[in-house]
Structures are given as structure tokens and as C-alpha cells.
């Protein structure tokens, strides 16, 4: 069977998780990182090379990468909605999940590590109200592209939504002051229908 390595509550790890939900392929998953340590450990590092989660092996396959692995599900696993064939909403799709790891990301893990992982008289406010307002104004950019698009790729969901989708959560969850943007608000209300979602995302962060 499938599996994935990773603790369930990393972000990265999620994607991989509700991924494979979303395309119904069945895995193991094993917890790695954080408290459980392993990232080291030899017969991890043969291999992932790079130390970190999530990794999978399917079949003799490994692979690492969150977004890589993503992708990888739609290709092998994906139906042509949830990893769509036509070039422009695959495009997308692959643009709006590059945008995740290459511009929100950095903000997100300002937030995740100062507010979630530091006590409250060590945190660094300056560097917190920055990645703040750079977040918000990411998620801004996002929320114009969804006045006329229901999703990240268009009309329907797609495997392009599940990086953001993964920040949306952190985005309403943190004690963060947030922008009023309807749109993503209600994209975020349809994600949350989504059974995948509720069950790998929608968990307490840590
Ligand atoms: N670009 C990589 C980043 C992977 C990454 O940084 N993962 C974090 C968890 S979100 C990690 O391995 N942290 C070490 C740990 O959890 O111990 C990806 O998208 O897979």
C-alpha cells in the first residue's frame, strides 16, 4: 500500500493527506518529525535526502516535495476534473499552487512558529504584524481571482486548491487580525463541505 511519511498535524503533510483523500487512493501513513523526531534516522534520509516530511513511497516509488506529490496523485490517481487535462485550467491550477510555496508560505511559517511554537513573552510582534499584513495582502490578491472563479482553477475544485486550501484553515485559525475578503471566505465554505478537508485539515494546529 501506499505510504506516506509525515506527522499529520505539518502542513506540508496535509496536502499529501487530503490529496489522496481527494483522489481515493487508500494509504499508511507514519507519523515523522516534530516530537517523533526520524528526520535523521539513515533509512529515512536514503530516502529523503533533504530531511524533511511528507515523502512517500508507492510501490517502490519514493517521492518528496508536498506540491511535487500532489500533482503526482492527480496524474496517477486524479480523475481529469481533479487534475484537469486542458492545458489553461491545469495552468491554473499549477499557478496558484506555486504561488502557495513561493510567496505565501514564507509569510505563513512567520506566523506558525512566532504565534504557535513561541511563548507569548519571546515573540517578535514586528516580525509577526509584517508577515501579517504581507499575508493578508496575498490572500487579497487571491480573493480578486475568486470574483469570477468559484475556485483556484475555475468553475470546479481541483488539486490546484488543496496548497492554499491548507493556509486557508491556518489563516482563520491563527489569533490573527484578518481582511474582510467575502470571496475567499466563501471559497473557504466550500472547501470546508469536502469531507477530505474535514478530515485531514480542519484539526488543531500545532
Ligand atoms: N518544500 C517542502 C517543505 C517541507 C517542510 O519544510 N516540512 C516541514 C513540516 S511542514 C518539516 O519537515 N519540518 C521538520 C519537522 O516537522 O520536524 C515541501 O513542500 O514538502
Do not use: C
Not at 524533511?52 to 516509488?61: A, K
Not at 491554473?92 to 513561541?118: G, K, N, P
Not at 515573540?123 to 480573493?143: C, G, H, L, P, V
Amino acid at each position: 500500500m501506499l505510504k506516506i511519511w509525515g506527522r499529520a498535524n505539518s502542513s506540508n503533510v496535509q496536502k499529501a493527506l487530503w490529496a489522496a483523500e481527494e483522489v481515493g487512493v487508500r494509504y499508511d501513513r507514519i507519523d515523522l518529525g516534530g516530537p517523533f523526531g526520524g528526520l535523521d534516522k539513515p533509512d529515512y534520509v536514503a530516502r529523503n535526502p533533504n530531511k524533511r516530511i511528507p515523502t512517500i513511497d508507492d510501490d517502490g516509488y519514493i517521492l518528496w516535495e508536498s506540491n511535487a506529490i500532489v500533482r503526482y496523485f492527480g496524474h496517477k490517481y486524479g480523475n481529469d476534473q481533479l487534475w484537469p487535462r486542458d492545458p489553461k485550467v491545469r495552468g491554473l491550477a499549477e499557478q496558484w499552487m506555486d504561488w502557495q510555496q513561493t510567496t505565501l508560505f514564507s509569510d505563513f511559517v512567520v506566523l506558525i512558529v512566532q504565534l504557535l511554537r513561541t511563548p507569548p513573552d519571546k515573540r517578535d510582534q514586528t516580525a509577526i504584524e509584517n508577515a501579517r499584513q504581507k499575508a493578508e495582502a496575498s490572500w487579497a490578491m487571491f480573493d480578486q481571482h475568486l470574483k469570477a472563479n468559484a475556485f483556484a482553477a475555475g468553475k470546479a475544485f481541483t488539486l490546484g486548491d488543496v496548497p492554499l486550501g491548507v493556509f486557508a484553515w491556518r489563516r482563520y485559525e491563527l489569533p490573527i487580525q484578518r481582511a474582510n475578503l467575502p470571496n475567499v471566505d466563501a471559497w473557504y465554505k466550500r472547501l470546508q463541505a469536502r469531507p477530505g478537508y474535514k478530515k485531514i485539515v480542519m484539526t488543531p494546529l500545532s
